[in-house]
Nanobody
Framework: QVQLVESGGGLVQAGGSLRLSCSAS????????MGWFRQAPGKEREFVAA????????YYADSVRGRFTISRDNDKNIVYLQMNSLEPEDTAVYYC???????????????WGQGTQVTVSS
């Protein structure tokens, strides 16, 4: 049974930083691309960042490029999202997801975590 468990969310002031973690089990983590998505109240789920199974390739939404960094540790089965220079517009529930292929298309992903809330105050 595949499980993805996010952690690290919380309340932070604008300009601050948070690091999200997603711990994976029940799948061959090192053979899965991983993605981070987010969903704000009243909005559709949107792509944030993705990383290939090797960690060599990464891809970011324009809105977070230069502020967020995705990385992974295949020995620990964890993917991270380092978020710097946070803005109130970054407030959302953040989800990690796994799939064999790196993509910014949410329906492609087979497995999802339950999400972690990030709130950025102005």
């Amino acid at each position: 049974q595949v499980q993805l468990v996010e952690s690290g969310g919380g309340l932070v002031q604008a300009g601050g930083s948070l690091r999200l973690s997603c711990s994976a089990s029940g799948l061959t983590f090192s053979r899965n691309a991983m993605g981070w998505f987010r969903q704000a109240p009243g909005k559709e789920r949107e792509f944030v960042a993705a990383i290939s199974w090797t960690g060599i390739s990464t891809y970011y939404a324009d809105s977070v490029r230069g502020r967020f960094t995705i990385s992974r540790d295949n020995d620990k089965n964890i993917v991270y999202l380092q978020m710097n220079s946070l803005e109130p517009e970054d407030t959302a529930v953040y989800y990690c997801a796994a799939d064999r292929t790196m993509s910014d298309y949410a329906p492609q992903y087979d497995y999802w975590g339950q999400g972690t809330q990030v709130t950025v105050s102005s």
